[in-house]
């Protein structure tokens, strides 16, 4: 499995990085504006959001949206000790974030820590997702070890491009699945 995961890890995020950056900016905005319409996200008081990090789509104007709408926004940030993910309030990503584990986007130390049964809504990152809802990560376990930690009822919805929706994901018995994944052309509803 380990093998499986490696190769359609490889082959998603060669894709992903070949993307026109215009064609990438094109259908972030389209997620975006797509989350951002969903019910679960309008209701939803203290949302986890994960910052852009390579040929990803950008995150950040969700992030500002939460912002407006008054809610709280919690960021992960690697605990290199625990190899866990903590969350953190940001407010402004400009004054909040740094470049942190491996280069990606994560709070800065003055930001305060948000506890994980606050969180109602989360932005599942990943690399590959199938219509049942299975994703792959970048391998290192991070959302494998919280996603558990969260809230049952909390809505796990992810973002991708188009091309990183695969027939089948490769998953383990402690592999989680999203309750919907939103593409720029679509929205897969997952029943949990």
């Known amino acids: 499995m380990r093998e499986a995961k490696r190769a359609l890890r490889e082959r998603v995020l060669r894709e992903r990085d070949e993307m026109p950056a215009a064609l ?15 019910r679960d996200f309008a209701t939803a008081q203290t949302v986890l ?8 789509w950008d995150t950040r104007p ?11 926004v919690a960021v992960p940030r690697v605990n290199n000790a625990s190899r866990m993910l903590e969350l953190y ?7 909040d974030v740094a470049p942190g584990f491996s280069g990606i986007p994560e709070p800065r130390a003055h930001c305060f820590p948000i506890v994980v049964a606050a969180v109602d809504w989360i932005l599942v990152p990943g690399v590959a997702f199938d219509i049942s809802g299975g994703r792959i990560g970048y391998g290192g376990g991070y959302y494998d070890r919280l996603l558990p930690l969260l809230r049952t009822e909390a809505r796990r919805v992810a973002g991708a491009f188009e091309l ?13 699945v999203v309750d919907a994944i939103v593409t720029e052309r679509r929205v897969l509803e997952i029943a949990r």
């Open 62 to 72: 969700l992030l500002a949206a939460a912002v407006a709408q008054g809610k709280s």
């Open 24 to 38: 990438r900016a094109a259908a972030g905005q389209t997620i975006v504006a797509t989350l951002i319409a969903r």
């Open 49 to 56: 959001v994960t910052l852009p990090f390579g040929s990803e």
């Open 89 to 95: 309030a940001i407010t402004d990503p400009d004054r």
């Open 164 to 176: 990183q929706i695969v027939d089948n994901v490769p998953a383990a018995s402690h592999d989680l």
